[in-house]
């Protein structure tokens, strides 16, 4: 997917990969965070400070396709996300505090969205 190899020496390791562009970055790590990351808390906002719109948007479920299909890719993206390999991607962040603030915030995002 680019003009050189994925890897530069042609080793098979996760030290020997060449930076990837952001979303399949993201899909490599297995986070699928561009798909997903926000909804969760989107929708619990949407429930806690207008819950007429939220069981609104409920009900549309079955017969808006558009909104169906948005919400169906979200489902398949969070079944993609592999939270262990979400940790051994971020195991190569070296700086500790940066890896666990930025973790926690994406696990507990996933967590609201699942």
């Not at 965070?33 to 009900?59: M, N």
């Not at 969070?78 to 390999?85: C, G, H, Q, V």
Request: hydrophobic share 45%.
């Amino acid at each position: 997917i680019g003009s050189r190899p994925a890897r530069r020496t042609g080793k098979r390791s996760l030290e020997d990969l060449r930076a990837i562009p952001w979303v399949f970055g993201w899909a490599q790590a297995r986070f699928s965070l561009t798909a997903w990351y926000g909804v969760g808390s989107a929708l619990t906002a949407l429930q806690t400070e207008k819950p007429d719109d939220f069981k609104w948007l409920q009900g549309q479920m079955g017969s808006t396709c558009v909104l169906r299909y948005v919400l169906m890719n979200v489902d398949q993206a969070l079944a993609m996300a592999d939270e262990n390999m979400m940790e051994l991607y971020a195991s190569l962040v070296t700086d500790e505090k940066i890896r666990a603030t930025m973790m926690g915030i994406i696990m507990e995002e996933l967590k609201k969205t699942r």
